[in-house]
């Protein structure tokens, strides 16, 4: 991973997320392969003697141990000596709870136990800071308030982190790179970006965000690549590399089509769901069921033009 990056390792429940982070932790070791951090193999140290430092999904604070001697246990079990009320007041003053120092866990909002773990694993200084779904315990609202003052942490302090989650929105929100992983494997690395407008493959598409999948036929595979599908003719960009003949999928995103036209598909309506801001269209054209986002409400059995947007589109391979 690029130093100084935030990192996210996303995927479906059971994908081995956790498992990789356990691993560079020290918790679990690895059947084969290696762990290097800075240019150093550390899968062979214990977990205290790794310079990394994870942040847990319940947070495991001491309850019987104030703010501060949470935050110092970490020097504790490393065997630290030295400058630790100074490095824990830094750590208490970079997430801004230098002032319940002599707090209890049990006085603290879920927002501030957060914090505090967060402190406990910087105190440590570590070169890498690992994250299992620390935010999975706290309502909507506060986590995405502190989701940004996380990533404006990370910014500031220059450190490497590596997140678990399984949720998009976070994912998209923190991370400078995606790992999207599938049965225990990488199916793409890549910006939030890239790996939401060209998927490496029908998996990466369909996981991310929503997505309606049109199958067809490689006609033609270059930048730009030509699909036969049930809908005609479809040329748009390569989201993976392709060859003639390949089976292969049209991706289309619902904020890519244009429900009422212009464009070279006719649609029916099945369904549409009030989201708020906008309406989700449930449509059917060529007997395939795609969904549009539209700003108006359009009456169930209508028949409509459907235009996309080639551009924004893409055409990848399927999934092994």
Known sequence: MPQGAFVTLLGPSGCGKTTILRCIAGFERADTGSIRLDGREIGGLPPERRPVNTVFQ???LFPHLTVARNVGFALAVRGTVGRDDARIRRALRTVRMEA????????LSGGQQQRIAVARALVAEPLLLLLDEPFSALDRGLRGHLQLELKA???ELGTAFLHVTHDQEEAFALS????VM???RIA???SPREVYSRPADSFVANFLGEASLVPGRVVEARERAVLETALGMVEAPAGAPLSPGERAVLVLRPEQLRPGGPGPWRARVRQSVYRGDRFLLDLEAAGIGLAAYAAEPIAPGSEIALGFEPERTCITRLAA
């Open 58 to 60: 319940s947070y495991a």
């Open 100 to 107: 319940l120092a002599d707090r209890y866990p049990h006085e």
């Open 153 to 155: 942490l990370q910014r």
């Open 176 to 179: 400078d790179l995606l790992v």
């Open 182 to 184: 599938n049965a225990g």
């Open 188 to 190: 793409q690395i890549g």
